[in-house]
């Protein structure tokens, strides 16, 4: 009998397409187990980084792949246990990645290492080695941070030659620091594409460390408004982009979320704001930035999982290969 494919054939070449060299291929023995997180270091390279494999993966079947950048002066250790992307309630299907940056900061940041590979391209050969030995669906590859590591998604986002590989972006509390004049970055000028930018941001009010307002002082950050417009400009909606609508979600705390549609795209840039909370991962059960920035983070708790919404905003976005 001849088996058939419910599938059109135009599925079926976007499927190929999406599918890595990985796929069909052993875990390499220096890999961790599936349902297990390993420190492991780029071959070639002395940049480390740590890798999470689902207790489900299957070698066969084609696995979204999620980046997670750590903080200024913290580590991928710490980044894993903050973003909790190993955690199968938030994150059951996926392979996460946690990059660990050469001196405790990224790119864009003024104290960042600009030595060999300098971390745009330590982010692109590290997705080659992640494709090359895992099996990625590379439609669904996805980029997220704290503090200068959701600034430096943002510099991802702004490359040409990486972030056209990556399908969307998040960031919680991000640093965003003026780079267009920045050794190692150059203007933001992300690669045209059809589905646009996708991109996420968290903020408090009360931040101190990247301020919501930004900052007039030296190695300036920018106001979070203007970083969100600039994704809406990119995104379509022109230099004078006004979300589409700002509502509230929560109301002790004051929670607002704020949204663009542009360029027949609904809801691409998004917003969440958080009254009294400051340089903080919103979680509903707390982690380790409510003890590390008590005084920015006196709730102790949010009443949201930002990590939650990461993973919902992410599945409504893959690459058109």
Aim: proline share 7%; with cysteine.
């Amino acid at each position: 009998m001849r088996l058939t494919s419910l599938l059109p054939l135009a599925a079926l070449a976007s499927l190929s397409t999406a599918q890595s060299k990985g796929c069909g291929r052993a875990l390499p023995c220096s890999f961790p187990e599936a349902g297990t997180s390993h420190n492991l270091t780029l071959p070639g390279t002395d940049r480390r980084y740590r890798l999470y494999i689902p207790a489900n993966y299957d070698k066969n079947k084609p696995t979204p792949l999620y980046f997670s950048f750590h903080g200024a002066t913290r580590d991928m250790l710490e980044e894993e246990a903050l973003s909790q992307f190993s955690n199968p309630q938030f994150n059951p299907n996926g392979i996460a990645v946690y990059p660990d940056s050469t001196n405790g900061y990224w790119l864009s940041n003024p104290n960042a290492d600009l030595s060999r590979p300098n971390d745009l391209d330590f982010t692109n050969d590290l997705l080659d080695h992640m494709e090359e030995n895992l099996c990625i669906d590379k439609s669904r590859v996805y980029s997220a941070g704290k503090s200068n590591g959701g600034g430096f998604t943002s510099v991802i986002a702004c490359n040409a030659t990486v972030g056209s590989r990556f399908a969307a972006f998040a960031s919680v509390s991000g640093a965003y620091y003026d780079t267009d004049e920045t050794e190692g970055i150059g203007p933001c000028e992300p690669a045209e594409r059809e589905e646009g930018y996708p991109f996420l941001e968290f903020h408090g009010t009360a931040d101190t460390t990247a301020p919501i307002d930004g900052n007039t002082e030296k190695n300036a950050k920018l106001p979070v408004i203007d970083f969100l417009h600039g994704w809406a400009a990119r995104n379509g909606c022109g230099d004078n982009a006004r979300w589409a609508r700002n509502e509230t979600v929560f109301v002790k705390p004051l929670v607002k979320h704020a949204s663009w549609d542009c360029d027949g795209k609904k809801e691409i840039v998004q917003h969440y704001r958080e009254s009294e909370n400051g340089h903080c991962w919103p979680s509903t059960v707390g982690n380790d930035d409510y003890p590390e920035h008590a005084d920015q983070c006196p709730l102790g708790k949010s009443p949201y999982n930002a990590t939650e919404y990461i993973f919902e905003f992410f599945a409504g976005y893959r690459l058109n290969l």
